[in-house]
């Protein structure tokens, strides 16, 4: 066994990254760092007791270099009767249409598409190359980018993914390690010549400036390998602290909404207040890049430093940030919900609305729907007192409703106001209003004059309304 070899073997022993009887799927572009996992993988599948797979993307960016890359990776995989799952994905089309970053787009579709292939491949693992100089660069990138202390932990060498998990055995390992070993093994690559120009922020980090760190230290990858698994290991646990944390400031929560309270959060320590608005951002966003801007979660911890007033900060892809009524919300893109609810009620079936509700009306007489929450509230009505059908709407301007009890109805903006609905909500809260235009219910909120908890002598339907919980 090569240095190499039981360099990599005694890393994924330390990290428990194989166990036998795991089906590995490789990520192969035909470059010089996943041929030697392909290969070192194949040799060593009996002595880690795993199966090897390998996927390939074709990004469709470089014409017949790219095909080529492809017939290399699938020739590599039918001589040693290695399974190959790959294809093409056009790239340019799709950049096209959605005008978005090349490399972002590109990490989106492959990772789609490995997704996928381990599907059906049945892989509980997905192998990609990633090595110690990577580490190095993805380094010095956070510090560039000005990343918060999640940022500084670098490359993961093991996290979840698709159904099962991505992990790094070669993180242990510099680039130099890589070319000795395939050279070693008389082993073929393929160069992809983009990896050479330094219009790409990484590609300049490789070119110049890891070269002269290594001046100054020969084994950098390796002091920065260290530092990064401490810094791994600190994470792990502020994560599990921040999740006890989060639960104590956590006032509601739904898919696209998580509302903390501002003081209960304010008696945390800074670190911990830190690390919970990180978790708000994971729960957030997708996208790491986003998460790890410190410009963003930074403007987030100064708009709770106090509860006096009320703010809202704009945050990327539509999101918002809103500090109301003590609390901070923050809210997912909102889309224009109103106009995919039902236009007119259905009877004797449920009308699912946005926020998680849903409206049910059917005869007094008639049977109950069994699939009710905790939040379902049942109320009986006349519907000969108002227009038919009625009708779901965003709220107008104007608009009022009749509530029991009250001289006068009540402006649906003040009620809003009373129930503390965030702004961010209110434009596309469902309104029930009659074929007349007419108000009268707000579900999840209040209902009108109309509605009784008991069943009068003239009631002639039932109106349930459900708020589901996550």
């Known amino acids: 066994m090569t240095k190499l070899e039981q360099k990599v073997y005694e890393y994924i022993q330390q990290y428990e990254l194989c166990h036998a009887g795991d089906r590995l799927l490789v990520a192969c572009s035909g470059g010089a760092d996943s041929m030697a996992l392909l290969h070192f993988l194949h040799h060593e599948q009996k002595r880690l007791g795993v199966s090897v797979a390998a996927v390939h993307v074709n990004h469709m960016l470089r014409g017949e270099d790219a095909d080529g890359d492809r017939l290399f990776v699938e020739s590599f995989c039918k001589e040693r009767s290695i399974p190959v799952y790959a294809t093409n994905i056009p790239i340019p089309e799709i950049l096209e249409a959605e005008q978005g970053n090349m490399q972002a787009v590109c990490r989106r579709e492959r990772y789609a598409y490995f997704k996928e292939a381990m599907l059906e491949s049945k892989s509980s693992k997905l192998v990609v190359a990633h090595h110690a100089d990577d580490q190095v660069e993805s380094i010095l990138m956070a510090l560039i980018r000005g990343s918060h202390d999640t940022g500084m932990q670098g490359i993961i060498r093991c996290r979840p993914f698709g159904n099962g998990l991505l992990i790094r055995p070669f993180l242990s390992i510099t680039r130099a390690d890589i070319l000795e070993y395939l050279q070693a093994n008389k082993q073929e690559y393929r160069e992809d010549s983009s990896n050479k120009k330094d219009s790409y922020t990484r590609n300049r980090m490789r070119h110049h400036v890891v070269p002269l760190l290594r001046n100054e230290n020969p084994k950098i990858a390796e002091a920065v390998m260290h530092y990064t698994e401490k810094v791994q290991a600190d994470e792990e646990l502020l994560d599990s ?205 209040r209902v009108s004059s109309y509605f009784s908890n008991s069943k009068r002598l003239n009631d002639d339907m039932i109106f349930i309304i459900d708020q589901q919980t996550l």
Request: aromatic share 8%; with cysteine.
């Open 241 to 445: 602290l921040a999740e006890k944390a989060l639960q104590d400031v956590l006032v509601e929560k739904q898919s696209d909404l998580w509302k903390i309270n501002i003081n209960t959060f304010q008696n945390k320590p800074l670190a911990l207040q830190r690390r919970i608005i990180l978790l708000l951002l994971k729960y957030l966003y997708k996208d790491t890049i986003i998460i790890q801007s410190y410009t963003l979660w930074n403007s987030i911890l100064k708009l709770v430093q106090t509860t006096d007033g009320n703010a809202t900060i704009d945050l990327p892809k539509g999101a918002k940030a809103i500090r109301q009524y003590g609390d901070l919300i923050l809210v997912k893109q909102q889309v224009n919900t109103t106009q995919t609810m039902p236009k007119t009620l259905q009877f004797e079936q449920w009308n699912e609305l946005p926020n998680y509700l849903r409206v049910y009306i059917g005869k007094v007489d008639g049977e109950i729907p069994s699939d009710l929450s905790s939040n379902a509230k049942c109320y009986f009505v006349n519907t000969t007192c108002f227009a038919l059908p009625l009708h779901i709407r965003g709220r107008m301007d104007g608009d009022r409703i009749q509530l029991f009890g009250a001289n006068i109805q009540k402006r649906i903006s003040r009620l809003f106001i009373d129930e503390k609905i965030p702004m961010a909500l209110r434009e596309e809260w469902p309104i029930i209003v009659t074929n007349d235009n007419e108000v009268i219910a707000v579900p999840g909120l």
